[in-house]
């Protein structure tokens, strides 16, 4: 072994085309995780593949520090998309950082140090967002991370309430958490850490890095919970398989964010990657398709296997079967005797997060694979 090679799958892909990706030895594989969110496209989406090729012949990287168009336009169709008056960008290479610039920037701007997160989150692996993480398995073997964070039981309006006090920097939550299992919030709880955090000069950080990009049926799922946040941070599906984060925020916190920087911030071509991302999903409604293709998954779901399983949740195309047994065994069956490929979220929850592409095809095809190995 010479790689750092992590919970290797037995499968080994070469190839990719929209909801498909192919093995080395040819077998078609439905990707209904969308390789953990990161092509809400699809594979090899023509429209990003193109602006990717383009762009790498022109210019492949130069410094931060001289605007380029590409970046210029990224910009502003981000403010123009992004909710309310959050019209500023500022853009990294993963989620974690996109989180890490918003817990800084949230410091940063309000002087303030206290953290609130929430119970079963998850915000990444860098030392500050795991520390706003709330699994222990992936924060003991790195103590001590950075202090003053506090965590509230997710979707606990009275407990948000009485974190929330005027030594706070920031609250960062999921609208639906991811990794912790697929819990869809209130908007009651969403909009009482509105409250709470604009009543104490706090930041509202929605971390969307899983919920954005029209996963949920809207382009962000604030949109749904009709709460506009100080940030947004989003990586996962923002360059549809290219490795871009953005921390999008209002004015008052890109006046104050410090002097935070990073050397390959927002290069040539992960931009056009992601300008291509945005726009074709704006401008072809995929949120809007998601959110037909996943009620119409939904309810399918709910009557094939509602009566065998605890639960089925989730908003738009996040949907979590809480399966009641090892999620693990559930979806080893789904890769290698149906060809489907979806993922964990926790021990007992089977995950589909498929490209926003796909269709009632699709939906159909995993349905009935999941009835055959649930039942
Ligand atoms: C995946 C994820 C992250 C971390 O993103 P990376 O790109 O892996 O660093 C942060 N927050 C949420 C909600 C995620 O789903």
């Not at 093995?23 to 078609?28: A, F, K, N, S, V």
């Not at 964990?344 to 699709?362: N, Q």
Request: one cysteine or more; hydrophobic letters at 40%.
């Amino acid at each position: 072994m010479t790689g750092f090679v992590f919970n290797e799958k037995p499968i080994e892909i070469e190839s990719g085309d929209g909801a498909y990706v192919y093995g080395t030895d040819g077998t078609e594989y439905l990707d209904m995780g969308a390789s953990y969110a990161c092509v809400p496209l699809g594979h090899n989406h023509p429209a990003v593949n193109e602006a990717v090729h383009e762009q790498f012949d022109d210019l492949t990287y130069v410094q931060a520090s001289y605007p380029v168009d590409v970046r210029t336009e990224l910009y502003e169709l981000l403010a123009e998309t992004a909710p309310g008056d959050i019209d500023y960008t500022w853009l990294c290479n993963s989620g974690t950082e996109a989180n890490e610039a918003a817990l800084k920037f949230a410091r940063s701007a309000t002087g303030n140090s206290k953290i609130i997160a929430t119970m079963r989150g998850f915000h990444g692996r860098t030392m500050g967002s795991l520390a706003t993480t709330w699994k222990d398995k992936y924060k003991k073997p790195y103590e001590p991370l950075i202090g003053d964070v506090e965590f509230v039981p997710y979707d606990d309006p009275e407990a948000m309430t009485e974190a929330v006090d005027d030594d706070t920097a920031a609250v960062i939550v999921e609208p639906i958490q991811g990794e912790g299992g697929i819990n869809p919030a209130s908007e009651e709880f969403l909009q009482t850490a509105r409250v709470e955090t604009a009543t104490n000069g706090a930041a509202l950080i929605f971390d969307e890095v899983q919920t954005g990009m029209g996963r949920t049926g809207t382009l962000w799922a604030s949109e749904w919970a009709d709460v506009v946040p100080d940030m947004i941070t989003s990586a996962k599906g923002l360059g549809n398989g290219l490795p871009v984060g953005a921390t999008l925020c209002r004015e008052w916190i890109a006046e104050n964010y410090g002097s935070h920087a990073s050397t390959f911030s927002g290069g040539p071509v992960v931009s056009a990657a992601s300008k291509a991302t945005v726009e074709t999903i704006v401008g072809e409604d995929i949120a809007g398709h998601a959110a037909d293709v996943g009620a119409y998954l939904q309810e399918s779901l709910e009557d094939a296997l509602g009566d065998e399983v605890r639960e089925i949740r989730g908003e738009g195309l996040m949907i979590g079967v809480e399966v009641g047994r090892g999620a693990n065994k559930v979806l080893k069956e789904l890769a290698l005797n149906h060809g489907i490929l979806a993922l964990p979220a926790g021990r007992t929850v089977v995950r589909l997060l498929p490209p926003l592409t796909v269709g009632e095809d699709e939906a159909d095809a995993v349905v009935d694979a999941m009835a055959e190995v649930v039942l």
